[in-house]
Structure formats: C-alpha cells, structure tokens
Nanobody, 116 residues
Framework: QVQLAESGGGLVQAGGSLKLSCAASGMTFTIYDMAWYRQVPGKQRDLVASITPRGTTTPADSVKGRFTIARDNAKNTVYLQMNSLKPDDTGVYYC??????????WGQGTQVTVSS
C-alpha cells in the first residue's frame, strides 16, 4: 500500500533553516502530484507548496522566497527546504500525494517548531 514517511522536523530558532523529507513507497512516484501542508491546533490544514510530476512548483504566498519544494524521482522522495524560518511557520507538516485519478494519501506528519 502507499506509504509516506516524513522526517526532518524539529526545533529551530527564528531565521534558521530546516529540510523536510518525504519518502514514498507502494506507488508509481513519478505520476503523483506531491505537496506539503501545515496544520496548527484548531485550524485547517493549509497548503505550503506543491510540485507536479514534471516539476512545476507552486508555493503559498506566505513562503515564497523562503521555502523550496523539490522532488527526486530516483529516490521517490519530495523535499521541503525551509529558510528564514519564522515563529508563524510552526506547525505539523504533512506530506500529501495525489494520483492522476485524484486519490489522496497523507503521511503521519512531522513537527516543526520555530522559537522567537
């Protein structure tokens, strides 16, 4: 079955950087649209950035110029490089895979905490 395993979260000071990874298995990775979402307690899960199978990226306005999404199809992995982190970036980050038929899969999430 499809599995998404996030890693790379942690505690970082404002202005610092983190790199999240999401390793996918049980799927034909190259045909999936991949994305990262962030959720804070009591709020909906919001899109942070997405990347198409061909590598076209779409970051949210709040992270433009700071976060970069990338994929390595040889490793079945999608990354989120986060620079110039702010306390508002704190949350649980989830990896999402979407098939061409719009079936969606989620990872278990990884906590990112940015201290001021």
């Amino acid at each position: 079955q499809v599995q998404l395993a996030e890693s790379g979260g942690g505690l970082v000071q404002a202005g610092g950087s983190l790199k999240l990874s999401c390793a996918a298995s049980g799927m034909t990775f190259t045909i999936y649209d991949m994305a990262w979402y962030r959720q804070v307690p009591g709020k909906q899960r919001d899109l942070v950035a997405s990347i198409t199978p061909r590598g076209t990226t779409t970051p949210a306005d709040s992270v433009k110029g700071r976060f970069t999404i990338a994929r390595d199809n040889a490793k079945n992995t999608v990354y989120l490089q986060m620079n110039s982190l702010k306390p508002d970036d704190t949350g649980v980050y989830y990896c999402r895979a979407r098939s061409p038929s719009n079936i969606v899969y989620w990872g278990q999430g990884t906590q990112v905490t940015v201290s001021s």
